[in-house]
Structure formats: C-alpha cells, structure tokens
C-alpha cells in the first residue's frame, strides 16, 4: 500500500524540521509532485512560509510560492496535521551541550509528538546527525511505546543529511545529485526508506543498519576534522618557521594522487564539523574507548580561535597599541563562505575572547544583519555586535581588521587599500595588489 503511494505520488511527506535540512528536502520532493506537510516550533519560520517567502537561500522564494499556491505544501507549529502524511522526515538540531555531550533533545522532542500521531503503514526516517545506535536506542523505544510493531506495522530508517550550504546557482552538489545512504531496522524499512529518496536522486547506497548509516555520516565530518586540524597545526608551525602554509598546500595539491587539499583558518564552525567528533568520541566512551586521534584533531580545532586572537593581540603591540578599547573590525560571521548560517562559527569564539579581553567589536556581514554572542563560560552576559557598512571612514577607524569569513560578495581591494592592519585568515587576499604590506595572513608572510 504505501509502496504504491510511492511510486504513484499519491504520499504525502512530512517534514518535521524546516531549517537548512528540513525545508531543501520538503520543496524538492514538492517540486516533483509530493504534498507536503512541514511541521517546525518556530512561529516565525511558519508565517514566512504560509505567505510563500523562503528564509533560506538555497530554497529559492518562488519555489515555496508555487507550493503553497497550489496547495501542496502547508506548514504548521503543531503535530495534528503529521497524522494525515505516509513518510515523515525528522531534520532537527542536534547539538552539544557545554560539556560536549550530545544534546538529543531536539530529537527525542520530535519523535514523542510523532508518537501520539503515529498510525500503521507509515514510514519514518530520521536525518539529524547523531551518534551510532540513536534510531535502534532512542527514537525506535518512543515509537514502540505506541503498541505498534515496527517493520510490521510502521517503519523505521536513518538516512543522513547531505546538505552543501551555499550551492545555489553554482555547480555544486544538491539534493536531486548527492547520493543518500539509508539502513533501515528492517530490510523492508531499508527498501521503503531508499524507495522515497530515490524519487529525489538515483544515487542511493542501502546499507545494513541504522547504526551504519548513523556511523558513516560522523565518519565523512570526522574525516574533515581530522584534515583541517592536520592543516591547522601546519599553519602554526610555519609562522614560526617564516613559511608560507598557502603556497605549501598549493604545491602539494599539485600531485594527481593521494592528496587532497584541506585548508587552514581561524577555526571551524557550522552544525557538523565542530559537533560530530564530540558525538563519536562521547559514543565511544561507553565501549571504554577512546578516540585519541579524534580528539586530538578537535582541540587543535577549538585552539585556532585563541591563536587568531593572539595573532591580532602581537600585531597591535606591534604597533603600540594594547588590545583593550581598540577598535577590531571583523569581516565576516557566517560559518561558512556566502550564507547566513553563524552556527558554531570561528567568529563566534574569536569575538567573545576580544570582548572578553575590552576590545571594541564591530562586523561586517552582508548575510548576516544581526549577531550576538555570549552567555556562556567565556561571557556571562550577551553582546550585540554591531553590523556596520563598508564605509571607508569604518574601515579606517579599526586598529585591526579580521576576515574571518570569506563571503565573495565584499570588495577585498577595498578593505586592503583602507585598513590599517589587515588580518586576513583565509587566504582571500593573496591575489590583490596592495600599497604597502599592511596585509597579514595566518599561516603565511607579509
């Protein structure tokens, strides 16, 4: 029956989670003719979408308007409506807490409303990344509490998120071309599970368990973590060796085989790449394991803010200027180059250590119109940081400018011409021609 509704379009989708996971995901299976029932606690999230406006900029505005003009996607703060869809996607947050354990409350929240919906023939398949053993141990007890049988009378799969953040109009990867692997608690769960999201791409790779599925999306963030810090600890080292990191990972990625260039910066940021090894080392604990390399690539992450904050603290005393009340100027908030996702970002961190240490703050982002940091062990009290335009008079008022991210979208040549000490720590500026070496980069020279 459901399998049939499948393949006849007939199914409808839900989608609890509208964020940068859940919305891509409920419009491309709208695009190709499904109904759609999205379900998200954000009131103001749910009033954009009812009047068609998209908040995310991969998920383009006309796209949701066509949707909900042709009444095949509606969206709501309440379960109800969830009862009535065949497949139900969970795409909430999963984040740590301040003692890097995993904070599934998000999920366990998500799937106990599902629970009191939760009706026969329906499949449900869980995105958030998570630790290996969260849809056998955490979401599949919930559900069961409902008396039904799943395999039998419901259904049950992990299938991780693939999203590329930022991949809109370029030729990147998105959902309709990255291929989804699927495990399912039972081998009809798998094939259901891979059935759906094969209507979205053809590229799906069925594996045995959830617990697989679950392991290998921490492996792919974990591998990246690894990689980053691996580059990290290069950069520090060529400072104090007066190397240029830059044109050292230029050269290597010259040979064809066994390379692949990771690059350094003033840390990492986003909802996967600072949290998945934290997931997979607390995991591993309870096998009396420990992740050794893991987390040591994780601390030499969560290092490269303080040695950004240090870099900027040498250059002002380079200049005869003390750190506290001067003026820095960071460009760039997002965690990643031209989105509007500050999640976890490196800026995060390197701001509340200069606020911390009186410094004076202000950003620059064009994605990002409002941030706040703090509440938490390194500020006890929330900051606002001002977003300020690119005027020169802004530029030139900062003792030090940052770029911290590097959105594609901000005059380089600009900021270099009129800032007084320019720290960039991404590399953006190595191709701008400059009067004057007022231009630093981290992990490289003048």
């Not at 999205?38 to 009812?50: A, F, H, P, Y």
């Not at 996607?73 to 740590?96: H, N, W, Y």
């Not at 620059?364 to 020169?392: A, C, R, S, W």
Request: aromatic share 8%; hydrophobic share 40%; proline share 6%.
């Amino acid at each position: 029956m459901l399998l049939k509704k499948i393949n006849d379009q007939s199914a409808i989708i839900g989608v609890v989670g509208l964020g940068y996971v859940g919305l891509p995901i409920a419009v491309g299976f709208g695009k190709i003719g499904y109904s759609i029932i999205g379900m998200d606690l954000s009131s103001e999230k749910i009033e954009q979408l009812r009047v068609g406006h998209s908040y995310i900029p991969d998920v383009s505005t006309a796209d949701i308007n066509k949707l909900v003009q042709t009444n095949r996607f509606t969206a709501s703060m309440d379960t109800k409506p969830l009862a009535e869809a065949d497949i139900i996607f969970i795409s909430v947050p999963t984040p740590f807490d301040a003692q890097k354990s995993p904070d599934l409350t998000f999920v366990r929240s998500a799937v106990e409303n599902i629970a009191t919906i939760l009706r026969p023939r329906q499949l449900i398949i869980l995105q958030s990344t998570t630790y290996p053993g969260t849809t056998k141990e955490v979401v599949l007890p919930i559900l069961a509490q409902t008396g039904l049988t799943v395999g039998e009378d419901f259904h049950l799969a992990f299938s991780p998120e693939r999203i590329d953040p930022g991949q809109v109009g370029s030729a990147g990867f998105d959902i309709y071309n990255t291929p989804k692997v699927v495990g399912g608690m039972t081998p009809k769960c798998t094939e259901l599970a891979a059935t759906i999201l094969a209507k979205l791409t053809p590229l799906i790779h069925k594996v045995s368990s959830p617990a697989i599925a679950e392991m290998s999306k921490l492996l792919e963030n974990t591998f990246r973590s690894v990689n980053i810090a691996l580059v990290n600890e290069l950069a520090v080292l060529c400072e104090r060796m007066g190397l240029d990191v830059w044109e050292i990972i230029e050269a290597a990625k010259t040979k064809p085989y066994g390379y692949m260039p990771f690059y350094p910066g003033p840390g990492v940021g986003g909802h996967c790449i600072p949290v998945d090894p934290y997931y997979l080392s607390w995991k591993a604990r309870e096998y009396d394991f420990h992740t050794k390399f893991i987390e040591i690539a994780a601390e030499v992450n969560s290092e490269m803010p303080y040695f950004t904050v240090e870099k900027i603290t040498k250059i002002l005393n380079e200049q005869g200027k003390p750190l506290r009340k001067s003026h820095i100027l960071i460009i760039g908030v997002a965690f990643k180059r031209d989105i509007d996702d500050a999640r976890n970002s490196p800026a995060q961190r390197v701001i509340e250590l200069l606020v911390k240490a009186q410094a004076f703050v202000t950003y620059h982002d064009p994605y990002v119109k409002t941030f706040q940091v703090g509440h938490n062990v390194f500020l006890e009290k929330k900051h606002m940081i001002e977003n300020i335009p690119l005027t020169v008079e802004n530029i030139k008022s900062a003792d030090c400018t940052v770029i911290i991210t590097g959105h594609s979208n901000i005059n380089y040549q600009r900021l270099a011409n009129h800032s007084l000490i320019l720290l960039d720590t991404v590399n953006v500026t190595k191709k701008l021609y400059v009067e004057g070496e007022n231009i630093i980069r981290l992990g490289g020279s003048h």
